[in-house]
């Protein structure tokens, strides 16, 4: 049996209460992990606690002693237990870091022009208005796995996926960036008549076959607007699909209208919502006050929940490239709900009718009601639902240690 001390519960020979690390854990660690290693060398069962990549973890060492390995006392059935339980201990299901596989790296069945751009390339979008291009980015190599990102909005761009860079690769996952037509590094026409959801649902659909995606390999994932991108592809397209990822986007507008009036609304400083619903009712949402009070007030709140000195830098850069001709027409000016031509979306009954395996994401302080984001789930038939319980809209960049394990592990068990 592992020995016991009181401030050596695991018998390493450690003073484990001067360990800066454990002092922040030495309760979960010493009031679980011990009890479980007393009462049985067997590997207890696994609650259901989300998936945390760590890196190789160095022990403290002790006066006089070499640093001992992770587990190097007791007998097997000892170490097994330890390292079956430990991870519980500390909150998180660990999996060992591992480097992709060599053939992430191989391009040699790349298009050599992707190979010279270094994976970018312009895919032709035929609209009834024209023929267009459509800025994409392929990273990796996977013939099993291909994610297409679809970026929020609408009129936003795939900056807010620079962070899947240090997740994704190490995962050995195929992923590609897209701007959508009329974002940032993609064609902007200058025509209304684009901006309309089939219109979109269709440009994806060209994008897919340009990039060779399929049933066998095809991962559609939609935050936000790009949710509801994803779920309108998914009614109309879902024999391409491996698989499906809803990210912060409830399946009914007038439910997020909803949300935002009855429950994000009344935690707001009553005056400023005041001056904020006066702008928007006298139609000067491009005053630059209306804007400061939204991001004082509503944005680091329910959007990045970060202070805003701390915003990441993809978020401003997005923030700074967004397409008002596409957003406000469609979204409404802000995203204290919906009031522009999605006003009356909705796909709740449709939901049912996905059968593809489905991750739905939702988080504790999003501007979406996490509550319905895990009914949507319980709705489709092969749905899972992954909660962050620190995010808010941008789950990704505010409480990544819940968004991204969670991510990984559904799209590496398709």
């Given amino acids: 049996m592992i020995g016991a001390d009181a401030n050596d519960p695991l018998g390493f020979g450690i003073d484990w209460t001067e360990c800066g690390v454990v002092k922040f854990l030495r309760a979960q660690i010493v009031d679980e992990l011990t009890p479980w290693l007393c009462a049985s060398t067997t590997s207890p069962p696994r609650p259901p606690r989300p998936v945390l990549r760590l890196g190789p973890v160095r022990l403290p060492q002790a006066a006089g002693k070499a640093r001992p390995p992770l587990v190097s006392r007791g007998t097997g059935e000892d170490r097994r237990a330890l390292m079956h339980v430990a991870p519980y201990a500390l909150g998180c299901y660990v999996e060992p870091m591992s480097a992709p596989p060599e053939s992430y790296f191989d391009t040699s069945g790349w298009d050599p022009r992707d190979v010279r751009s270094g994976g970018s390339r312009m895919v032709a979008v035929s609209t009834p208005n024209g023929e267009f291009r459509v800025w994409t980015k392929r990273v990796g190599t996977n013939p099993d796995l291909k994610v297409l990102l679809l970026h929020g909005g609408p009129g936003a761009t795939d900056e807010l996926y620079e962070c899947f860079d240090t997740w994704f690769p190490g995962a050995g996952i195929e992923y590609y960036y897209y701007d959508q037509l009329g974002s940032f590094r993609s064609d902007q026409p200058d025509n209304p008549a684009l901006w309309d959801l089939a219109r979109f649902v269709d440009e994806v659909e060209q994008v897919r076959e340009a990039l060779v995606l399929d049933a066998s390999n095809f991962v559609l994932l939609g935050q936000s607007w790009g949710g509801i991108l994803a779920m309108e592809y998914a009614v109309h397209h879902q024999e391409h699909l491996k698989g499906l990822v809803i990210s912060n986007m409830m399946s009914s507008a007038r439910l997020y209208n909803a949300y935002a009036h009855d429950v994000l609304m009344p935690t707001m400083d009553p005056s400023v919502l005041a001056q904020i619903k006066q702008f928007e009712a006298d139609g000067t949402t491009d005053d630059p006050r209306y804007e400061q009070l939204l991001m004082e ?67 504790t302080h999003d501007t979406m009601d996490p509550e319905h984001m895990k009914w949507m789930a319980e709705q489709l038939p092969q749905g899972t639902y992954l909660h962050c319980p620190e995010g808010s809209h941008l789950s990704q960049f505010d409480d990544p240690q819940h968004y991204f394990p969670g991510l990984v592990r559904f799209l590496q068990s398709l």
Avoid at 301 to 306: A, E, G
Avoid at 322 to 342: D, K, R
Wanted: glycine residues 8%; aromatic residues 6%; hydrophobic residues 35%.
């Fill in 297 to 363: 007030h509503h944005y680091v709140l329910h959007v990045c929940r970060l202070p805003l000195e701390e915003w990441p830098d993809p978020v401003r850069r997005c923030l700074g490239h967004i397409n008002p001709a596409i957003y406000v027409p469609m979204q409404g000016p802000s995203e204290l709900g919906l009031s522009g031509t999605l006003e009356d979306w909705d796909r709740s009954g449709d939901l049912k009718n996905i059968d593809v395996p489905t991750l739905v994401i939702g988080a």
